[in-house]
């Protein structure tokens, strides 16, 4: 009986790191009673903050502040927890990750750093837990959408 390769999809989520600090207003999110029917994990909310940020040029713009003032000046050693993201925004973190902002003779930030950029940068601004559960909606009817043109 001939056998059949069959390609092996990548991981629907993917783990990273947050630094604490951003870890827990993360968790303060997900704990909102705003956060309800769905009820939003952390792979949705950290992957609503990526989009929020990443699909911006003004908050590209912050992002690369806060990661050259305030997360630089931060002791590199700080404890970190591993959260999930979605695999289309970790996709987007490599992309910037990779990005000449990122490269020589800029200092390189690596993809936890990234991530928990966004992270304080949705945090700062204004009607920040609204904005994280809306996006995370969109995120959510958009993989909807997408598993559903996958299905045929």
Known sequence: MPHTLVAAQPPAIVMTRVWMHEHDWLHSVYASHANQSPTFRFPDLLSACIELVLSSTES?????????TELGARD???????????????????REHRAAWNSHPNPKFELDAIATGCVAVVRAEHDSVRRVLTQA??????RAAADADQRG
């Open 60 to 68: 590209l713009a912050r992002l690369q502040l806060f990661l050259g």
């Open 76 to 94: 590199p050693k700080a404890p970190r927890r591993s959260c999930h993201v979605w695999r289309r925004q970790f996709d987007e973190l490599l």
């Open 137 to 142: 909606r969109l995120n959510c009817a958009a």
